[in-house]
């Protein structure tokens, strides 16, 4: 595991994959239809458990101008800036386990921020590699 520093806050806005994990394909799918321009933009994954342990997952896009995401009706989010361990998997296509399993092996670290999320990055919406991280303290 390596860390990482995000340096700003970043917004998006996003889509939430009903019912997880089944829904997470499509949601990404809903997603990329409602943007209507070809600029590349970042990806992300963000997931966490609600009040009764229900993984709530937010498939979202960076917001690359103010009021992006009430142009396409979405809610947004703001992923915190500050540190992260994460784990890099290269084409998570190829082993449909590789996310989850990364998640559980970083969720095992004794400094990570309990009131955080789970976070994939994606540096464009084809990108088949992610980086898998986690907030710290």
Known sequence: ????????DIKVFFV?????????PAAYERLHTLITDDR?????????PNEKGKIIYKAAAEELEDGEAEKYGCETFTIKK????????????EDGSSIGNAFQKLLKNPNIDSQGYCLEWYLNYTDPDVRCMVGLK
Do not use: C, L, Q
């Not at 595991?1 to 700003?8: A, R």
């Not at 939430?16 to 997470?24: G, K, Q, W, Y």
């Not at 500050?82 to 296509?93: Q, R």
């Open 1 to 8: 595991m390596e860390t990482i520093t995000i340096e700003d």
């Open 16 to 24: 939430t994959a009903e019912p997880f994990p089944s829904d997470v």
């Open 40 to 48: 590349d933009r970042v990806y992300f994954g963000i997931s966490h």
């Open 82 to 93: 500050g540190n992260y361990i994460f784990i890099d998997i290269k084409n998570h296509m």
